[in-house]
Nanobody, 123 residues
Framework: QVQLVESGGGLVQAGGSLRLSCAVS????????MGWFRQAPGKDRQFVAG????????YYAASVKGRFTISRDNAKNTVYLQMNSLKPDDTAVYYC????????????????WGQGTQVTVSS
C-alpha cells in the first residue's frame, strides 16, 4: 500500500508562488509515475504535471507549462510542485497521485491518491 500526503497549499495573491509537497510512504517502485492533478468547484479533475519516480522526462498541461515545475527527491520520498506566476484560474484543490504502470494523464489510470491541498489565488 502506498500513502500520499500533500502539503503546502494556501492563499496567495496573483503573481505569487507556492510549493506543494507530496510525501510518499509505503511500498514504492522506481517505475511509478507521479502526477499532480487539480480540481476546481464544479469542474473535472485536471492533470497538471507528471514525472517518473526514477526520474526522466516531465510533462505538463499546456495551461501551466512554463510556470509550474514538478520534481522529486528520492532520498526524502517526496514529490514537489513549484508554482510560479499564479493566476486566479489556478485556484483548486491539488492532488498528488501515483500510477503503477504507464504514464497516463487520465485520472482514472492512477492507483493511489492523497487527500488534497487547497490553493487559492486572489486577484
Amino acid at each position: 500500500q502506498v500513502q500520499l500526503v500533500e502539503s503546502g497549499g494556501g492563499l496567495v495573491q496573483a503573481g505569487g508562488s507556492l510549493r506543494l509537497s507530496c510525501a510518499v510512504s509505503g511500498h514504492t517502485f522506481s517505475s511509478y509515475y507521479m502526477g499532480w492533478f487539480r480540481q476546481a468547484p464544479g469542474k473535472d479533475r485536471q492533470f497538471v504535471a507528471g514525472i517518473r519516480w526514477s526520474g526522466g522526462n516531465t510533462y505538463y498541461a499546456a495551461s501551466v507549462k512554463g510556470r509550474f515545475t514538478i520534481s522529486r527527491d528520492n532520498a526524502k520520498n517526496t514529490v514537489y510542485l513549484q508554482m510560479n506566476s499564479l493566476k486566479p484560474d489556478d485556484t483548486a484543490v491539488y492532488y498528488c497521485a501515483a500510477q503503477l504502470r504507464g504514464s497516463s494523464t487520465y485520472y482514472d489510470q492512477y492507483n493511489y491518491w492523497g487527500q488534497g491541498t487547497q490553493v487559492t489565488v486572489s486577484s
